[in-house]
Every structure is written in structure tokens, then in C-alpha cells.
């Protein structure tokens, strides 16, 4: 096992977050230019089959950066999200309840129904499985942005009951969402999403096991 840094700065968990974030653009790199380049047509013109392999590289690419990203953490700065931190309190979980109806309400309004059944109608069965494959890794990289950038900001402020973690993850996200959709709308919502997020995060006494879940949850409906 490597040596870990004896004194671990906030940069060094924020480094951790925008490798997150950067390990999710990767997709936008097989998407946008090297598939093209392969198929020789753009992604919307794409097939089932070419949908699925591209999901699939992704999923492959996602869970090694996030292996990586991991094991940067334990080893070198001596940080394991998996600790727990605490029993929830009945009021913690009407909280989360409270953020996972406002996730619904809000994704409801933008699909103009429940996401799950419109893009089960529109993708279809096989198209569906592979896709919801890829957003449960979708879902652990961006909740290491927040984990990460939420362990930074309470080494350099202190405090520990802010959401610093979702104000980076909606920043980045966001701002991730506005230039891949095209969308300043979208990139909004993503925003709001990840800001929530971070709340649930918090709520859940940073609880990753309880974490992944429930967001994939708001993020899936």
C-alpha cells in the first residue's frame, strides 16, 4: 500500500472531483468524434446495435475511472466513502422523501410525464435495458463529484451541513448538460438536480450505501 500524504488538502479532494467530471466526458469523445468517425454517421442516425456498443464502451470506461478514482482515495489520502457516519433520525428520512417527490415533480414536468415510461416507449426494450445500465454508472461518477467536492470545501470552510458538494456538482453538471443537450433549460434542471442531490447526500449522514440508491432513483424517475 502506498504512503498516504500526511496532510491531505481540500485540492487534493477537488482534484478527485473533476477527475469525476472529466471521466464523464469521455463519453462525449466516443460520441461525438470517434464513433462518427467509425460508423461514418452522426449519433442521431445511429442503429440499435450501435447504441448498445456505445453504451457499453461507456459503462466499461466509467467503471474503471471510478475503480481508479476510489482507489486514489483509500490508499493515497486515506479517505473510504463507504464509512458510515451515523444512524438517520425519522426526520432525516421525510427529508429525503420530501427531496426524492420534488425530484419526480420536477422530472414530470420537464418529460411531460413519468421518464422511465416515456423513454421505455421511446427506446424500447433492449434500448431501454443497456441505457439504464449506463446511467447506474452514470449515477456513481457524478456522486463522487459531489462526495468529493462536498470533502474539499469542508476542509478549506469548516462547516459540515453545507451542501458544498451539490453547488459543484450543479456547476459542472449543469454546465456539462447546457453544451451536450444544447439546452440552457436542461442545463438548469441538471443543476437543480445535482444541488438536490447534494442535500440527499447530507441527509443520509454522507451514508454512500444509502446514497447511490436513492439518487439513482431520483435520477432514473
Not at 456498443?53 to 483509500?74: A, D, F, M, P
Request: proline share 1%; hydrophobic share 50%.
Amino acid at each position: 500500500m502506498e504512503e498516504k500524504i500526511k496532510d491531505v488538502k481540500g485540492i487534493n479532494y477537488l482534484c478527485l472531483a473533476l477527475c469525476a467530471f472529466t471521466g464523464l466526458g469521455t463519453e462525449a469523445i466516443y460520441a461525438y468524434l470517434l464513433e462518427p468517425i467509425i460508423y461514418g454517421h452522426q449519433m442521431a442516425d445511429w442503429n440499435v446495435g450501435q447504441y448498445i456498443i456505445h453504451w457499453i464502451i461507456t459503462c466499461i470506461t466509467w467503471g474503471i475511472i471510478t475503480y481508479i478514482i476510489l482507489e486514489v482515495s483509500k490508499r493515497r489520502y486515506g479517505f473510504d466513502i463507504f464509512i458510515t457516519e451515523g444512524k438517520m433520525k425519522m426526520w432525516q428520512w421525510l427529508c429525503v422523501i420530501l427531496c426524492i417527490v420534488f425530484s419526480l415533480c420536477v422530472s414530470y414536468w420537464n418529460w411531460n410525464g413519468f421518464k422511465v415510461v416515456k423513454e421505455f416507449q421511446y427506446k424500447g426494450l433492449l434500448k431501454f435495458i443497456f441505457q439504464y445500465m449506463y446511467y447506474v454508472f452514470e449515477t456513481a461518477l457524478f456522486t463522487l463529484i459531489l462526495v468529493y467536492g462536498q470533502k474539499a470545501f469542508e476542509l478549506w470552510f469548516k462547516k459540515k451541513n453545507i451542501p458544498y458538494g451539490g453547488i459543484i456538482l450543479a456547476l459542472t453538471w449543469g454546465l456539462a448538460h447546457i453544451f451536450t443537450k444544447g439546452s440552457i433549460l436542461v442545463g438548469l434542471l441538471a443543476a437543480l438536480g445535482g444541488f438536490t442531490y447534494g442535500i440527499v447526500y447530507l441527509l443520509v449522514n454522507r451514508d454512500i450505501k444509502k446514497t447511490l440508491p436513492i439518487l439513482f432513483i431520483m435520477f432514473m424517475l
